[in-house]
Structure formats: structure tokens, C-alpha cells
């Protein structure tokens, strides 16, 4: 079961400000519009699912960046959830603004009765519940073939972590945090990810092994996944990048299938 003290914390937190939140809906809006490549290899293993006859459910959407992206590009049949009202209502405003059709809907996956969907994804999020393992299961349980997740990493996420666990100052936190992630202009855009990257209030970490017992529980089996070879090589690989200030954060995404 997933720890109710947990939920109410986790959720206060991000009614703060949401994750990906952006000073304004009209720089929210372009960011979709603009049509540019994301997350590398993650991007190139959804592609072919995206097209106007998949059905797909974001599971924790936030904001609904990745979910207005894909139904307005790629003409998906996209349902959204989250459970943080204050990100639904931006992601219905930006949804409105570009027209992407977006069914957005304020909602616990724990609590969710689902539908029928082709593909369900959730990017960053069901490592900030009090229950992994069940919320994977339910996800895994509830799609008619593929399932795409983003989690942190037990190794790689670990020097990332400590980079920051030694200073008292959220001040001095977001100045280090600054220093690795230069990708964003917006102030308020690149402090909702410091936020969530650095100063959440629970999170876990796992691993390819972990999921894949989860996987094979729920009859399906991994087609793809951004962790290769040995796990424990993934907080080396974390190490070479902080050392080198460069932003790395250990997490990493799958793709399974239902058997």
C-alpha cells in the first residue's frame, strides 16, 4: 500500500511548484510547438508508437509537456493524469492554447479505474510514490501491449545525490545545481527542476534487475532499456560526468511488452 503520509507530503510539495512548470503559458505553449528531438534514445524507441491510432495514458503527466507534445505533433489518442491539480490546470491551459486535445484528468494512479490503452507511460514519477513495486504492477496489469518508464537508478543517481547531501543551504544546492543544468533561461522553468531534482521530499532508486522481476511477474518482458552491461558501472559513469559539471541526474527508462 502506498503511505498516505507519503501522497500528502509529495503532493504539498509540487502544489508548490509543479516540475517543468514554466514562468508563463505562452513560453509552455512554444516549447511544444517547437519540433525538436528529446531524451535522445528515449525518443527514438517511442517514435513508432506515435500515431493517431495508439491510444496512450501518461501516468503523473505534471504539467503535460510530453503529453500535448505528442497528441499535437503526432495526432495521438493521449489521456493524462496527475495527481496535483495546480499542474492539470496548466496542462489543460497549454492544451487549450495549441489545441493538442489532450484529455486531462486529476487523478491517483492508485485510484485510478483504467481504460483500455495501446501504451502507457510515466517519466520520473513512480519513484516519488510509497509503493514502486505496486504502482509498476498496475501499470504493467493495465496496458494492452507497452509500457514506457523512466526511473531513477540505484548507481547512477547515487553521486548526483551526494553531490548536494553535505550542504545546508538551499541556496548554496541551487547555485551547485545551476553549475551542471544550463539548459534553461526561464528562471522559474529552471527552479521547478532544481526543486525536483534536489529538494523533493521522498524518492527511491532502482534498478534493471529489480524491474525486471516485476516484469516477469506480470508477464511482460523488457524490449529495451537505457542501462546496458553491468548496473554497478552506472555510478562510475555518474561520477566522469559531475566530475566533468556536467548535469546527470542517474535516471533511465525501459520499454516491455506484454507476453
Excluded at 11 to 32: C, M, V
Excluded at 70 to 91: G, L, Q
Aim: aromatic share 12%; with cysteine.
Amino acid at each position: 500500500m502506498m503511505s498516505p503520509h507519503i501522497n500528502e507530503n509529495v503532493l504539498e510539495f509540487y502544489k508548490g511548484l509543479p516540475f517543468n512548470y514554466r514562468d508563463n503559458i505562452e513560453e509552455h505553449a512554444l516549447s511544444i510547438i517547437k519540433k525538436t528531438r528529446w531524451a535522445g534514445r528515449a525518443h527514438e524507441m517511442l517514435t513508432p508508437f506515435l500515431n493517431s491510432k495508439t491510444k496512450i495514458l501518461e501516468v503523473g503527466c505534471g504539467t503535460g509537456w510530453l503529453s500535448n507534445r505528442i497528441a499535437y505533433h503526432d495526432k495521438c489518442d493521449v489521456t493524462a493524469i496527475d495527481f496535483n491539480p495546480i499542474a492539470i490546470e496548466r496542462a489543460k491551459d497549454v492544451s487549450e492554447y495549441v489545441g493538442s486535445k489532450v484529455k486531462f484528468e486529476v487523478a491517483d494512479l492508485f485510484d485510478y479505474e483504467m481504460k483500455s490503452f495501446d501504451l502507457i507511460i510515466s517519466l520520473g514519477v513512480l519513484h516519488h510514490t510509497g509503493n514502486f513495486k505496486g504502482a509498476l504492477e498496475k501499470i504493467c496489469q493495465s496496458t494492452n501491449k507497452d509500457i514506457f518508464i523512466g526511473l531513477y537508478h540505484k548507481w547512477g543517481r547515487k553521486p548526483f545525490l551526494d553531490e548536494f547531501a553535505d550542504m545546508e543551504s538551499d541556496v548554496a544546492k541551487f547555485k551547485r545545481y545551476c553549475e551542471l543544468d544550463t539548459r534553461f533561461n526561464d528562471k522559474t522553468h529552471l527552479l521547478s527542476w532544481f526543486r525536483d531534482q534536489v529538494l523533493h521530499p521522498h524518492e527511491t532508486q532502482h534498478t534493471m534487475e529489480e524491474v525486471n522481476e516485476i516484469l516477469k511477474e506480470n508477464s511482460m518482458e523488457l524490449i529495451w532499456s537505457s542501462v546496458e552491461g553491468d548496473e554497478h558501472d552506472q555510478l562510475e559513469v555518474a561520477r566522469k560526468k559531475l566530475l566533468n559539471n556536467e548535469y546527470w541526474p542517474g535516471f533511465f527508462t525501459f520499454l516491455a511488452r506484454k507476453i
